[in-house]
Structure formats: C-alpha cells, structure tokens
C-alpha cells in the first residue's frame, strides 16, 4: 500500500514562495504519475500541475510560470515550487500519486491528505 504525504504549506504573504513536497512510501515504482491539485473554500478541486515518470510536465494556466514542479527520486519525493503567489492562490493543496498497476493495463490512485497554503494580501 503506498501513502502520500504532503508537507510545506503555511501562511505568506502576496509575492512570497513556498515549496510543497509529496512524498510516496514504497519502491520500485515504474510507471506513474504525480499531480498536484487544490481546492479553495467553495470551490471545486483543480488541477494545478502534473510530471510524469518519464519527465513530462505541465501546468494550469493559473500557475504557469510562477510554480515549478519537480522529482527527487532517491526520496520518491515531488515539489511543487510556488513563486510570486497570490491571494487566489489560498487553497487546500493535495497530491495524488498515480501509478501503474503491474498488469499495465490499470491505474491505482493515491492521495495525501493536503497541506494548507494561506496567501495574505
């Protein structure tokens, strides 16, 4: 069974940064998928960025070029870089961790149980 946790979250302010960090339990992942997603009060959850284990990454429109998302592979840890962030930035942030099964044919999906991002103006 895989966890995910996510860390890193907290308050800054209109222009500051924070670094989220998603770390799965386990080895020996092959094919997968991390994405980062967030959900503000009242809204729906959204996607924000997603790398693949081949490299491939991509964002929303909302965070292009403000966050950076990454892989540490000794740590089996992804960021998520967040620079000049905004108010609307404000969201319960989640990472889901998506892998492969050994079938190839099937997904299994994990997620964390978020980390807080409070961006004050």
């Known amino acids: 069974q895989v966890q995910v946790v996510e860390s890193g979250g907290g308050l800054v302010q209109a222009g500051g940064s924070l670094r989220l960090s998603c770390a799965a339990s386990?080895?020996?992942?092959?094919?997968?998928?991390t994405r980062w997603y967030r959900q503000a009060p009242g809204k729906q959850r959204e996607w924000v960025a997603l790398?693949?284990?081949?490299?491939?990454?991509n964002y929303a429109d909302s965070v292009k070029g403000r966050f950076t998302i990454s892989r540490d592979n000794a740590k089996n840890t992804v960021y998520l870089q967040m620079n000049s962030l905004k108010p609307d930035d404000t969201a319960v942030y989640f990472c889901n961790f998506r892998l492969l099964g050994i079938s190839g044919t099937t997904w299994d999906d994990y997620w964390g149980q978020g980390t807080q991002v409070t961006v004050s103006s």
């Open positions: 386990g080895s020996g992942f092959s094919t997968n998928v």
């Open positions: 790398l693949t284990s081949g490299g491939n990454k």
